[in-house]
């Protein structure tokens, strides 16, 4: 089992940002990959950005590219999400995710583990 803890969420300003981090504990050997989602208000959840868990790749949803940068730091277990001139839109809780067996996925299936979200919102 793979627990996963974010942190970091809060209130912003449009143009502001926003550092998120999830922790990852438990068997995190088992882990190939990692990834944020976000929920908004009346939305489906949708993929933001995934990182391979033992090399560089990165990748991202294509509207949020150039905003948002994922990176990882093994030793700590932790993947951050580095938001950056944060929009209204933004406005979502947002999700870790852990996958054993896929890499570079953007579905929710491809996850097996998750975390409980946390908040974001961001205001005009």
């Known amino acids: 089992q793979v627990l996963l803890v974010e942190s970091g969420g809060g209130l912003a300003q449009a143009g502001e940002t926003l550092r998120l981090a999830c922790a990852a504990s438990?068997?995190?050997?088992?882990?190939?990959?990692m990834g944020w989602f976000r929920q908004a208000p009346g939305k489906e959840r949708e993929f933001v950005a995934g990182?391979?868990?033992?090399?560089?790749?990165?990748f991202y949803a294509d509207s949020l590219k150039g905003r948002f940068t994922i990176s990882r730091d093994n030793a700590k277990n932790t993947v951050s999400l580095q938001m950056n001139s944060l929009k209204p839109e933004d406005t979502a809780v947002y999700y870790c995710?852990?996958?054993?067996?896929?890499?570079?996925?953007?579905?929710?299936?491809?996850?097996?583990?998750w975390g409980q979200g946390t908040q974001v919102t961001v205001s005009s």
């Open positions: 995710a852990a996958a054993r067996s896929y890499i570079g996925s953007s579905r929710q299936a491809s996850y097996d583990y």
């Open positions: 438990g068997r995190t050997f088992s882990i190939v990959a």
């Open positions: 990182i391979s868990w033992g090399s560089t790749m990165t």
